[in-house]
């Protein structure tokens, strides 16, 4: 340490506040806060063993402390919550200024409008949210617009304009979506009730707005107005409905903050909830990544400030996990043992650690997206393809001396399966064990298709078999004219040898390479696929004829039965009831006598 920053640690005092440490550049590398400034500073330049390498590089590049001092503790997490995001210092944990998050927004306007934005103003009208998810909020938009009805037009109603009729009701008045306030056909005060009623919503007091309505139906029952009682009831039932799916625990627990955190070596994980009245209106998680080795506490009393400014929340109690060094006057701090606050605290630790799992599968998607790129791209290196092939389709045929022939095709997309896209093709043209045309049939059957569905080609097809295959798909794909749009190998048995279009030697590929892997799997997969569907349909095939030797059962009745009862053994055990129910009574009493049932 230079005598410059002994200097200025001694100088600092030991009051709340913040601190920025400065490189030799003036750039900020970190941004803390401290109930003793003096004591904090001066603790990051006393010798510790348990000092990790980062930690150790931050003290090596301070070369200037500069302070803020504040009233308390929480005044200086807010100032330093806020410096964090200005500048993002290299050392601290990233904290993101959300401003593009939605909010509902009742407009500092007469007749005001409700509607959503991204990007608040200082302009009068109230702001609520933001919400973490566009799906939330629009549901609970959709919910105040049908339950209260208010304008969506951006007309300037003031009382000269609607006495002059300046305006003429839009669509929404046709359909019921408004009152035609700017026609006047909606009192100011009516108007302005919809949105007292939209406001205690948007706060989660839902249980004013289902009491106020309440109010209504029982003043339109008393004015034998049914059908404005009947449409209140709907409505109070929609907003209870919404209450029932938003209600989690007991309704008394009102204005509460709720915040768990799961964190690893890395990565730390906070889930904040916000419940009025026994219901969540907001909901949370926030994701930091590590950079000095941040204990769990210091992290959540970090994005305790953070969610809290984020959402403007007053909440004067929060429940958190454990027990915080963090004070905040007027706010009560509370660590549940039992009870519904606990529940509170672990329905919250659930959402933390399903969002660290739910990121945990990501990384690892991505990862091995990362992975089969580069194997994808090595197979074209391999290959000589035109592109990299993303998309592979791969061709089988099975067939016992040309009976019950079948052709599989089975898809690799992104270097693995995509079963849902596997295709199985019974042979029509084909007679006898001919698989050369089995395989031409089958490319040209699948890739017709494709054609006239204007689906994408794959960017490699893999015929199981070698030259005589390669060139039987070859005839296909020229006579559909596509030869040009797509890449085309065999794969030899034998071998294990790749053959391309008209060269006569096979491709040198290293036996153990994973280009060649990935070619067997896709042809071991094919191969599966058709012998799998072969079998069923050979044995489909005995059972069949088994039941068309009985005199006057046919194929039709034999397949029906079949389909019905999947096997002989179950034919046999069936009462003549059930087999009557398949095929009637006449041919029931056949199959019956046959069988000896």
Do not use: W
């Amino acid at each position: 340490m230079t005598e410059e920053l002994r200097k200025q640690i001694r100088d600092i005092p030991t009051h709340p506040g913040v601190y920025r440490y400065f490189d030799t550049e003036g750039t900020i590398l970190y941004i803390g806060k401290a109930r003793n400034l003096k004591k904090r500073v001066s603790s990051y330049f006393v010798s510790k063993s348990d000092y990790n390498f980062r930690l150790r590089t931050l003290v090596s590049r301070i070369r200037r402390i500069e302070y803020t001092i504040v009233s308390t503790e929480y005044e200086a997490l807010l100032l330093e919550n806020s410096l964090i995001k200005q500048f993002q210092p290299r050392y601290n944990i990233n904290l993101k200024d959300d401003k593009s998050y939605p909010f509902l927004v009742i407009k500092n306007e007469r007749f005001p409008r409700v509607y959503a934005m991204r990007n608040p103003v200082k302009d009068g009208s109230e702001y609520f949210g933001p919400y973490a998810s566009v799906s939330t909020m629009k549901s609970i938009l959709d919910l105040v617009r049908k339950l209260f009805l208010t304008r969506s037009c951006n007309f300037s109603l003031t009382e000269a304009n609607i006495q002059a009729h300046k305006f003429r009701v839009c669509l929404d008045y046709h359909i019921g979506l408004c009152k035609g306030p700017c026609e006047g056909l909606q009192t100011e005060e009516d108007y302005n009730n919809s949105i007292s009623n939209i406001r205690e919503i948007l706060k989660g007091n839902t249980h004013l707005a289902v009491q106020h309505l309440e109010e209504r139906q029982q003043i339109a029952i008393a004015e034998l107005n049914f059908e404005e009682a009947q449409l209140l009831k709907e409505k109070i039932g929609q907003l209870q409905k919404f209450l029932y799916k938003s209600t989690v625990v007991n309704p008394s627990i009102n204005n509460v903050d709720v915040f768990s955190i799961f964190s690893n070596e890395k990565y730390a994980f906070v889930n904040y909830l916000r419940v009025v009245n026994g219901t969540i209106i907001t909901t949370d998680t926030s994701e930091f990544r590590k950079k000095m080795d941040e204990t769990d506490s210091e992290i959540l009393t970090l994005a305790i400030a953070d969610l809290r400014e984020k959402y403007a929340s007053d909440s004067k109690e929060i429940i958190t996990p454990f027990q915080l060094l963090l004070r905040i006057e007027g706010v009560k701090f509370t660590v549940p043992k039992l009870g519904d606050k606990k529940k509170l605290i672990d329905l919250s630790k659930k959402n933390a650690f399903s969002y660290f799992q739910d990121r945990l599968k990501a990384n690892e998607l991505n990862k091995d997206r990362r992975k089969n790129t580069e194997l994808l791209s090595q197979m074209k290196l391999d290959l000589g393809l035109k592109e990299i092939p993303y998309h592979i389709e791969c061709f089988d045929n099975s067939n016992i001396q040309g009976a019950f022939p079948v052709s599989a095709i089975v898809v690799f997309k992104n270097g693995v399966p995509s079963k849902k896209d596997y295709r199985i093709f019974n042979v029509k043209t084909v007679v006898g064990p001919d698989d050369f045309a089995t395989m031409e049939e089958a490319v040209f059957r699948r890739y017709r298709r494709m054609l006239e569905e204007n689906t994408p080609l794959p960017q490699l097809i893999i015929i199981d078999g070698g030259k005589g295959q390669l060139n039987a798909a070859l005839n296909s794909l020229n006579t559909l004219g596509i030869t040009d749009r797509v890449d085309i190998i065999g794969i030899a048995k034998r071998l294990e040898e790749i053959y391309k279009p008209g060269d006569p030697i096979p491709l040198s590929i290293n036996k153990k390479s994973q280009t060649l892997r990935l070619i067997q799997q896709a042809r071991d997969e094919a191969h599966r696929t058709g012998i799998t569907r072969h079998r069923k349909k050979r044995n489909q095939g005995s059972l069949q004829t088994s039941l068309t030797k009985i005199p006057g059962i046919g194929e039709k009745t034999s397949e029906k039965l079949l389909a019905h009862f999947k096997s002989i053994k179950k034919v046999k055990d069936a009462s003549v009831e059930e087999i009557v129910a398949v095929v009637g009574k006449s041919m029931a009493e056949k199959v019956r006598k046959s069988l000896g049932i």
